[in-house]
């Protein structure tokens, strides 16, 4: 149980963000902020993520330092990977960096890595720490949804519908290439949003056989085909998905369209805004409560805290259905 109430009380808050940004971090840090001086607390921003905490680039954050930034993709506190923080020594100078500010927990906004290093300083050092999941991939054990998962397949979906338009005036065949490192929620949320005849995801094994012959149905009815390939599926990438495909089935002019960064950045949707506001006055309520090593997420609509070490779901049972429903509507 996380839960520790015979612990000191907390004073001042840290705030990062950490790993791939996520539209929506920036509404996450501001309702951080916001909320820790609701509740009378000192709140400080730690640029870079870890490594900022390594480095002492820290610095005090006033109500007004986040006006104007709920609307705003990326994240004010940027972003980076530590080789520092990975390293125990390198934890020890963050430790006490955080001492000298007088810093006493903190509010890791990310993904998993992100929480794997919180676990890591936790353990070491015994500071309060509450994750926030932030990242576009929508990969978090804990959470129905990540902040930025929605802006992001919202991105996509467009960019997906343009390129139906251009489909359908040449009878072509497209390959998309979505983000999703391992996981391949966005893909299939992207799939059956923009009405794709096909998916490829990390989580099934589908193989370019079935493709193809989806692909040989579609051929003698429909004037244009998209197969979503998520990046990290197990046939490659949507240029080698392609490059097999083509092996076997030549009926379509082929092209392929890799969405790739354009899908991190933009002005968060209503959704994401309000996920990550919530988000935040709960990661420092969780603190005020004692909580600590423990991530906040929305689960059936109900903000819940699950601890950082729960494994990320495989195969989801929502992605599981949001396939089968797409297989049905391709026809
Ligand atoms: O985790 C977010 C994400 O955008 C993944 O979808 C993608 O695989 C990765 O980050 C890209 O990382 P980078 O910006 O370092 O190329």
Redesign the pocket.
């Given at each position: 149980m996380a839960m520790a109430s015979s612990a000191p009380p907390i004073g001042h808050v840290g705030v990062l963000t950490s790993?791939?940004d996520?539209p929506g971090m920036n509404a996450a840090i501001r309702a951080v902020v916001r909320a820790s001086h609701y509740y009378g607390l000192r709140v400080s921003g730690i640029l870079e993520g870890f490594d900022g905490l390594v480095r002492d680039v820290i610095k005090p954050m006033a109500v007004r330092d986040v006006s104007n930034i709920i609307q705003r993709g990326g994240t004010i506190l940027r972003s980076a990977r530590s080789e520092a923080f990975l390293t125990v020594e390198g934890r020890e100078v963050a430790r006490a960096n955080m001492a000298r500010h007088g810093i006493d927990a903190l509010v890791v906004i990310g993904?998993d890595g992100t929480f794997r290093g919180a676990a890591a300083f936790n353990r070491e050092h015994a500071l309060p720490v509450i994750g926030i999941p932030g990242?576009?991939?929508n990969d978090v054990a804990g959470t129905d949804v990540t902040i930025g998962f929605d802006t992001a397949t919202n991105t996509a979906v467009e960019m997906i519908d343009r390129i139906r338009d251009t489909a359908s005036a040449h009878d072509r065949l497209f390959f998309v290439e979505v983000?999703?490192?391992t996981a391949g929620a966005?893909a299939v949320q992207c799939g059956i949003a923009a009405g794709a005849e096909f998916v490829m995801v990390p989580e099934q094994k589908q193989d370019i056989a079935q493709l193809v012959t989806v692909l040989e149905r579609s051929a003698k009815s429909k004037s244009s085909v998209i197969v979503i390939v998520a990046?990290?599926d197990e046939e490659g990438g949507a240029y080698e998905v392609a490059r097999k495909v083509k092996q076997r089935f030549a009926h379509y002019d082929t092209r392929v369209s890799v969405l790739g960064?354009v899908?991190?950045g933009g002005n968060p949707t209503v959704s994401d805004r309000v996920l990550a506001s919530r988000s935040g006055v709960a990661a420092v309520e969780g603190l005020l409560q004692g909580r600590t090593n423990e991530l906040v997420g929305v689960i059936n609509g109900q903000i819940t805290y699950t601890a950082f070490n729960v494994a990320p779901p495989k195969a989801s049972v929502g992605e599981t259905e949001l396939l089968r429903i797409l297989n049905i509507l391709s026809i």
């Open positions: 790993g791939g996520a993904g990242t576009i991939d983000m999703g490192r966005i990046e990290g960064h899908q991190r």
